[in-house]
């Protein structure tokens, strides 16, 4: 199951489920078709004890509650099971027209169906692979079975760029307003590790550079993902915007502030096919979920939104600890795994300029010479995550900070002009990186030999 259907999925539960009258019932019959747990199930969505969730599939074997005989005859009555999914199932069967029209036949009329399947990507036999999906074949979907399709949307990350549709019948009851919980919000921790795991590195603050990037660039527009609190979107004296799940708690900010509060993905979801942000920011805070998955995500979100000359500030990609390095949190001060974002950027786009700073209390990275049209971490998303992600151990370079400069005035200072003079040259992004490098390679060279 890869990371964007899963993601997906739960979009799906959160949207359409979660604080509705639907899951407040004392018992739901979920069916998975094509449900065996092969690498992953969408049982992980729903796992509240209301749920009945029944795996059925042609085989017998993990996750696999129903063994079908066919794969176009559910054994089950109609009108009787609340939620119908199905994911990366479809491309898979033959005659897959006949198979929705099973799942509408068993759906309650107050239910609904998920079904995800590719648009693209390569053959991949299960026993055979025989379709990719566009929105106007669920729509035709929809019409041969006489249902309502409520919202289709198509995935940018490949390579599978999963196609997502959610299907009632006709005539059922109106839509109830969802909670909408963010997915990508941390949840409280009271907990504290040992000192040695509280540690921090670095004399300079995170913020001390904010606000020193701020008066080098000379934004005439910021953007801050996170939004945690008011310290660094106070530092922006132009149009700025921050979006965070709590920030529109944030309190009295000055009028060219804007705060938005939702998570990232949700954020960008709902501005998909039109302009998230009124002009390209010049400064961005990236500083939302520790985890390295959103935070990749978050970054590819804002390249498409900016222009050469917009700097990216990222935080948290030096954990002074390997506890505080975690997927799981078991620190007060806690970085998760953004520490992979550096190195899976200089191997996947070694065209961007990437800065290391070595920052209190848990590490800057700056990301320069970007380019709104390149599309290769969109492409290769999945398999990014595939080999990049999970809970490997934090290396010993990221916790030495080997590779990271001290954030230097005269350093700060120089990007900023270099940033701020290329600003209204137009989008000639080999121009801005030649430069940037070279600036990099100086400060660099002067530090180890200081």
Same mark, same amino acid.
């Given at each position: 199951?890869?990371?964007?259907?899963?993601?997906?999925?739960?979009?799906c539960?959160r949207?359409f489920?979660?604080?509705?009258?639907?899951?407040?019932?004392?018992?739901?019959?979920?069916?998975d078709? +094509? +449900?065996a747990?092969v690498?992953?199930?969408?049982r992980d969505?729903?796992r509240?004890?209301?749920?009945?969730y029944?795996?059925?599939?042609?085989?017998a074997?993990?996750?696999v509650a129903i063994?079908?005989?066919?794969?176009?005859?559910?054994?089950?009555?109609?009108?009787?099971?609340d939620i119908? /999914? &199905? +994911?990366q199932m479809l491309?898979?069967?033959e005659f897959?027209?006949? &198979?929705?029209?099973?799942?509408?036949?068993?759906?309650?009329?107050?239910g609904?169906?998920?079904?995800?399947a590719?648009?693209?990507g390569?053959?991949?036999?299960?026993p055979?692979d025989?379709?990719?999906?566009?929105?106007d074949a669920?729509?035709?979907l929809?019409?041969?079975?006489?249902?309502?399709?409520?919202?289709?949307?198509?995935?940018e990350?490949g390579?599978?760029n999963d196609?997502?549709?959610?299907?009632?019948?006709?005539?059922?009851?109106?839509?109830?307003a969802a909670?909408?919980?963010?997915h990508?919000?941390?949840?409280?921790?009271?907990?504290?590790?040992?000192?040695?795991?509280?540690? =921090?590195k670095g004399?300079?603050s995170?913020f001390e550079v904010?606000e020193?990037?701020?008066?080098a660039?000379?934004?005439e527009?910021?953007?801050?993902?996170?939004?945690?609190?008011?310290?660094g979107?106070?530092?922006?004296h132009?149009? =700025?915007?921050?979006?965070?799940?709590h920030?529109?708690? *944030?309190?009295?900010?000055?009028?060219n502030?804007?705060?938005?509060?939702a998570?990232? +993905?949700?954020?960008?979801f709902e501005?998909?096919g039109?302009p998230?942000?009124?002009?390209?920011?010049?400064? #961005?805070?990236l500083?939302?979920a520790r985890?390295?998955?959103t935070m990749?995500?978050d970054?590819m979100?804002?390249?498409r939104?900016?222009r050469?000359?917009t700097?990216v500030?990222?935080?948290n990609?030096?954990?002074?600890?390997?506890?505080?390095?975690?997927?799981?949190r078991r620190t007060?001060?806690?970085a998760?795994?953004?520490?992979?974002?550096?190195?899976?950027?200089?191997?996947?786009?070694p065209?961007l300029?990437l800065?290391l700073l070595?920052t209190?209390?848990t590490?800057?990275?700056?990301?320069?010479g970007?380019d709104?049209?390149d599309d290769?971490l969109w492409?290769?998303y999945?398999?990014?995550?595939?080999e990049?992600?999970?809970?490997?151990?934090?290396?010993?370079?990221v916790l030495?900070?080997?590779?990271?400069?001290?954030p230097?005035p005269?350093l700060l200072?120089?990007?900023g002009?270099? /940033?701020?003079?290329e600003?209204?040259r137009?989008?000639r #992004?080999?121009?801005?990186r030649?430069?940037l490098?070279?600036?990099?390679? *100086?400060f660099a060279?002067d530090?180890?030999?200081?």
């Open positions: 199951m890869h990371i964007s259907s899963m993601e997906n999925m739960d979009r539960y949207r489920v979660a604080g509705t009258e639907l899951e407040s019932r004392e018992r739901l019959i979920v069916l078709l +094509g +449900g747990d690498n992953g199930s969408y969505v729903f509240g004890p209301q749920y009945d029944r795996g059925a599939d042609l085989v074997g993990e996750g063994v079908l005989e066919s794969a176009y005859e559910i054994p089950l009555e109609d009108a009787s099971v119908v /999914l &199905s +994911g491309e898979h069967c897959f027209w006949k &198979s929705f029209e099973e799942m509408v036949r068993v759906l309650k009329p107050s609904f169906i998920f079904l995800i590719p648009s693209a390569p053959i991949h036999r299960y055979v025989c379709y990719r999906f566009y929105p669920y729509a035709a929809a019409r041969y079975t006489d249902c309502e399709m409520v919202d289709v949307w198509m995935d990350r390579p599978w196609l997502t549709g959610i299907f009632r019948k006709k005539g059922a009851p109106a839509l109830p909670a909408q919980p963010a990508d919000a941390e949840p409280p921790f009271a907990g504290r590790g040992s000192d040695e795991e509280e540690a =921090a004399s300079v995170t904010l020193k990037l701020h008066t660039l000379k934004p527009s910021y953007f801050e993902i996170g939004a945690r609190d008011a310290r979107l106070s530092l922006a132009c149009p =700025a915007l921050g979006i965070g799940p920030a529109g708690a *944030l309190g009295a900010l000055r009028e502030i804007r705060t938005v509060a998570a990232s +993905g949700d954020y960008f501005h998909r039109k998230a942000l009124d002009t390209p920011p010049d400064l #961005v805070f500083d939302g985890f390295f998955e990749l995500l970054f979100q804002v390249e939104l900016s050469p000359s700097l500030v990222v935080n990609v030096l954990p002074a600890h390997a506890a505080q390095g975690a997927r799981e007060a001060l806690w998760g795994d953004v520490w992979k974002l550096y190195e899976t950027l200089r191997r996947q786009r065209d300029v800065t070595d209190h209390p590490g800057l990275l700056l990301i320069c970007l709104p049209h290769s492409k290769g999945n398999a990014v995550i595939d990049y992600g999970g809970g490997s151990a934090v290396p010993p370079e030495s900070r080997a590779a990271a400069l001290a230097e005269a200072s120089a990007l002009k270099a /940033l701020r003079q600003r209204g137009g989008p #992004v080999f121009r801005v030649k430069k490098q070279k600036l990099q390679k *100086l060279s530090a180890a030999h200081a």
